[in-house]
T-cell receptor, first 113, second 114 residues
Framework: RKEVEQDPGPFNVPEGATVAFNCTYS??????FFWYRQDCRKEPKLLMS???SGNEDGRFTAQLNRASQYISLLIRDSKLSDSATYLC??????????????FGAGTRLTVKP | DAGVTQSPTHLIKTRGQQVTLRCSPK?????VSWYQQALGQGPQFIFQ???????QRGNFPDRFSGHQFPNYSSELNVNALLLGDSALYLC?????????????FGPGTRLTVT
Protein backbone atom coordinates (compact mmCIF):
# COMPACT_ATOMS: atom_id res chain seq x y z
CA ARG A 1 0.00 0.00 0.00
CA LYS A 2 1.31 3.45 -0.88
CA GLU A 3 2.03 5.77 2.00
CA VAL A 4 -0.12 8.55 0.56
CA GLU A 5 -3.04 7.82 -1.74
CA GLN A 6 -5.27 10.21 -3.63
CA ASP A 7 -8.32 10.01 -5.83
CA PRO A 8 -6.82 9.27 -9.24
CA GLY A 9 -9.18 11.57 -11.12
CA PRO A 10 -9.28 13.20 -13.54
CA PHE A 11 -11.99 15.57 -12.42
CA ASN A 12 -13.68 17.57 -15.19
CA VAL A 13 -16.04 20.21 -13.82
CA PRO A 14 -17.80 23.30 -15.16
CA GLU A 15 -16.88 26.77 -13.99
CA GLY A 16 -18.59 27.61 -10.73
CA ALA A 17 -18.77 24.02 -9.54
CA THR A 18 -17.64 22.79 -6.14
CA VAL A 19 -15.13 19.95 -6.21
CA ALA A 20 -13.58 17.92 -3.41
CA PHE A 21 -10.37 15.89 -3.38
CA ASN A 22 -9.56 13.20 -0.87
CA CYS A 23 -6.27 11.85 0.39
CA THR A 24 -5.45 9.06 2.83
CA TYR A 25 -2.15 8.35 4.54
CA SER A 26 -0.95 5.15 6.14
CA UNK A 27 1.60 6.34 8.71
CA UNK A 28 -0.24 7.26 11.91
CA UNK A 29 2.86 9.15 13.11
CA UNK A 30 2.51 11.66 10.27
CA UNK A 31 2.79 15.16 11.58
CA UNK A 32 2.13 17.85 9.01
CA PHE A 33 -0.16 17.92 6.03
CA PHE A 34 -0.24 20.05 2.93
CA TRP A 35 -1.87 20.55 -0.42
CA TYR A 36 0.32 21.55 -3.34
CA ARG A 37 -0.78 22.68 -6.77
CA GLN A 38 1.23 21.68 -9.83
CA ASP A 39 0.68 23.13 -13.28
CA CYS A 40 1.72 21.15 -16.32
CA ARG A 41 5.49 20.73 -16.52
CA LYS A 42 6.04 23.11 -13.60
CA GLU A 43 7.14 22.61 -10.01
CA PRO A 44 4.66 22.02 -7.19
CA LYS A 45 3.63 25.19 -5.38
CA LEU A 46 2.37 25.18 -1.82
CA LEU A 47 -1.38 25.83 -1.83
CA MET A 48 -2.12 25.49 1.85
CA SER A 49 -1.19 23.73 5.04
CA UNK A 50 -3.85 21.58 6.67
CA UNK A 51 -4.55 22.05 10.35
CA UNK A 52 -6.40 19.81 12.75
CA SER A 53 -9.21 22.31 13.16
CA GLY A 54 -9.61 22.70 9.43
CA ASN A 55 -8.72 25.86 7.61
CA GLU A 56 -9.97 28.04 4.83
CA ASP A 57 -8.27 30.32 2.34
CA GLY A 58 -10.74 32.08 0.11
CA ARG A 59 -12.46 29.47 -2.03
CA PHE A 60 -10.28 26.66 -0.67
CA THR A 61 -11.06 24.66 2.47
CA ALA A 62 -8.84 21.92 3.87
CA GLN A 63 -9.85 19.36 6.48
CA LEU A 64 -7.85 16.82 8.48
CA ASN A 65 -9.21 13.74 10.20
CA ARG A 66 -6.39 12.15 12.17
CA ALA A 67 -8.53 9.28 13.43
CA SER A 68 -9.34 8.20 9.88
CA GLN A 69 -5.95 9.32 8.52
CA TYR A 70 -7.66 11.36 5.87
CA ILE A 71 -7.34 14.87 4.50
CA SER A 72 -9.49 16.70 2.01
CA LEU A 73 -9.48 19.81 -0.15
CA LEU A 74 -12.68 21.57 -1.19
CA ILE A 75 -12.68 24.14 -3.97
CA ARG A 76 -15.78 26.29 -4.27
CA ASP A 77 -16.83 28.35 -7.27
CA SER A 78 -14.20 26.75 -9.52
CA LYS A 79 -12.35 29.00 -11.95
CA LEU A 80 -10.69 28.09 -15.22
CA SER A 81 -7.39 29.01 -13.55
CA ASP A 82 -7.91 26.25 -10.96
CA SER A 83 -7.12 23.67 -13.64
CA ALA A 84 -4.01 21.88 -12.39
CA THR A 85 -2.89 18.75 -10.57
CA TYR A 86 -3.41 18.83 -6.81
CA LEU A 87 -0.87 16.94 -4.72
CA CYS A 88 -1.44 15.82 -1.18
CA UNK A 89 1.72 15.83 0.97
CA UNK A 90 2.39 14.36 4.39
CA UNK A 91 5.45 14.68 6.57
CA UNK A 92 6.77 12.28 9.13
CA UNK A 93 9.56 12.41 11.65
CA UNK A 94 12.83 10.96 10.48
CA UNK A 95 15.72 9.43 12.39
CA UNK A 96 17.25 12.80 13.18
CA UNK A 97 14.05 14.50 14.29
CA UNK A 98 13.84 15.88 10.80
CA UNK A 99 10.80 15.93 8.62
CA UNK A 100 10.61 14.25 5.29
CA UNK A 101 7.70 14.76 2.99
CA UNK A 102 5.83 12.12 1.00
CA PHE A 103 3.44 12.88 -1.82
CA GLY A 104 0.43 11.30 -3.37
CA ALA A 105 0.28 10.73 -7.11
CA GLY A 106 -1.89 13.81 -7.57
CA THR A 107 -5.42 14.44 -8.80
CA ARG A 108 -5.86 16.21 -12.11
CA LEU A 109 -8.57 18.89 -12.23
CA THR A 110 -9.87 20.48 -15.42
CA VAL A 111 -12.36 23.31 -15.11
CA LYS A 112 -14.30 23.93 -18.32
CA PRO A 113 -16.22 27.01 -19.46
CA ASP B 1 14.39 37.37 -2.14
CA ALA B 2 15.61 34.60 -4.45
CA GLY B 3 13.58 31.44 -4.47
CA VAL B 4 14.92 27.96 -5.04
CA THR B 5 17.02 27.72 -8.18
CA GLN B 6 18.10 24.64 -10.10
CA SER B 7 20.43 24.01 -13.01
CA PRO B 8 20.38 22.94 -15.71
CA THR B 9 16.72 23.16 -16.74
CA HIS B 10 16.98 20.35 -19.29
CA LEU B 11 19.50 17.61 -19.86
CA ILE B 12 19.81 14.74 -22.31
CA LYS B 13 22.13 11.87 -21.44
CA THR B 14 22.86 8.39 -22.74
CA ARG B 15 22.43 5.17 -20.78
CA GLY B 16 25.45 4.45 -18.61
CA GLN B 17 26.51 8.07 -18.31
CA GLN B 18 26.68 10.08 -15.13
CA VAL B 19 24.86 13.35 -14.36
CA THR B 20 25.13 16.10 -11.76
CA LEU B 21 22.22 18.38 -10.95
CA ARG B 22 22.50 21.51 -8.83
CA CYS B 23 20.25 23.36 -6.43
CA SER B 24 20.45 26.57 -4.44
CA PRO B 25 17.92 26.85 -1.62
CA LYS B 26 15.68 29.77 -0.86
CA UNK B 27 17.34 32.51 1.18
CA UNK B 28 17.19 31.64 4.89
CA UNK B 29 16.71 27.92 4.30
CA UNK B 30 19.29 25.36 5.38
CA UNK B 31 17.78 22.03 4.34
CA VAL B 32 17.57 20.59 0.85
CA SER B 33 15.49 17.63 -0.25
CA TRP B 34 15.59 16.00 -3.66
CA TYR B 35 12.68 14.35 -5.44
CA GLN B 36 12.19 12.41 -8.65
CA GLN B 37 8.91 12.90 -10.47
CA ALA B 38 8.07 10.57 -13.32
CA LEU B 39 5.33 11.53 -15.76
CA GLY B 40 1.90 11.20 -14.18
CA GLN B 41 3.29 10.47 -10.72
CA GLY B 42 3.80 12.46 -7.57
CA PRO B 43 7.30 13.44 -6.47
CA GLN B 44 9.24 10.52 -4.94
CA PHE B 45 11.59 11.37 -2.09
CA ILE B 46 15.25 10.63 -2.87
CA PHE B 47 17.13 12.12 0.11
CA GLN B 48 17.48 15.13 2.36
CA UNK B 49 20.58 17.11 3.36
CA UNK B 50 21.20 19.26 6.40
CA UNK B 51 24.51 20.46 7.81
CA UNK B 52 26.25 18.85 4.85
CA UNK B 53 25.03 15.38 5.83
CA UNK B 54 22.44 13.07 4.36
CA UNK B 55 19.71 12.93 7.01
CA GLN B 56 17.09 10.78 5.40
CA ARG B 57 16.93 8.61 2.33
CA GLY B 58 14.06 7.24 0.30
CA ASN B 59 13.96 3.99 -1.60
CA PHE B 60 16.57 4.80 -4.23
CA PRO B 61 19.70 2.80 -5.13
CA ASP B 62 23.24 3.86 -4.32
CA ARG B 63 23.60 5.14 -7.88
CA PHE B 64 21.88 8.23 -6.48
CA SER B 65 24.18 10.26 -4.28
CA GLY B 66 24.33 13.83 -3.13
CA HIS B 67 26.24 16.51 -1.42
CA GLN B 68 25.53 19.71 0.45
CA PHE B 69 27.97 22.59 0.58
CA PRO B 70 28.64 25.06 3.41
CA ASN B 71 26.49 27.67 1.63
CA TYR B 72 23.57 25.15 1.80
CA SER B 73 23.52 24.54 -1.95
CA SER B 74 23.33 20.93 -3.01
CA GLU B 75 24.13 18.52 -5.82
CA LEU B 76 22.43 15.33 -6.90
CA ASN B 77 24.59 12.81 -8.75
CA VAL B 78 23.26 9.84 -10.65
CA ASN B 79 25.68 7.22 -11.96
CA ALA B 80 25.17 4.52 -14.58
CA LEU B 81 22.03 6.13 -15.94
CA LEU B 82 19.11 3.93 -16.91
CA LEU B 83 16.24 4.75 -19.23
CA GLY B 84 13.97 4.67 -16.17
CA ASP B 85 15.88 7.58 -14.64
CA SER B 86 14.19 9.90 -17.14
CA ALA B 87 12.11 12.25 -15.01
CA LEU B 88 11.76 15.72 -13.57
CA TYR B 89 14.18 16.14 -10.67
CA LEU B 90 12.96 18.58 -8.08
CA CYS B 91 14.87 20.24 -5.33
CA UNK B 92 12.98 21.59 -2.33
CA UNK B 93 14.28 23.76 0.45
CA UNK B 94 13.10 24.30 4.00
CA UNK B 95 14.28 25.46 7.38
CA UNK B 96 15.29 22.61 9.69
CA UNK B 97 14.06 24.29 12.87
CA UNK B 98 10.72 25.54 11.54
CA UNK B 99 7.74 24.53 13.70
CA UNK B 100 5.61 23.97 10.62
CA UNK B 101 7.45 22.09 7.95
CA UNK B 102 6.92 23.85 4.63
CA UNK B 103 8.97 23.11 1.58
CA UNK B 104 9.42 25.28 -1.47
CA PHE B 105 10.35 23.75 -4.78
CA GLY B 106 12.68 24.85 -7.52
CA PRO B 107 11.63 24.71 -11.17
CA GLY B 108 13.23 21.31 -11.62
CA THR B 109 15.65 19.71 -14.04
CA ARG B 110 14.10 17.59 -16.76
CA LEU B 111 16.41 14.66 -17.44
CA THR B 112 16.00 12.52 -20.53
CA VAL B 113 18.03 9.33 -20.81
CA THR B 114 18.26 7.81 -24.28
Amino acid sequence: RKEVEQDPGPFNVPEGATVAFNCTYSNSASQSFFWYRQDCRKEPKLLMSVYSSGNEDGRFTAQLNRASQYISLLIRDSKLSDSATYLCAVTRMGLYNNNDMRFGAGTRLTVKP
Amino acid sequence: DAGVTQSPTHLIKTRGQQVTLRCSPKSGHDTVSWYQQALGQGPQFIFQYYEEEERQRGNFPDRFSGHQFPNYSSELNVNALLLGDSALYLCASSFWGAPSYEQYFGPGTRLTVT
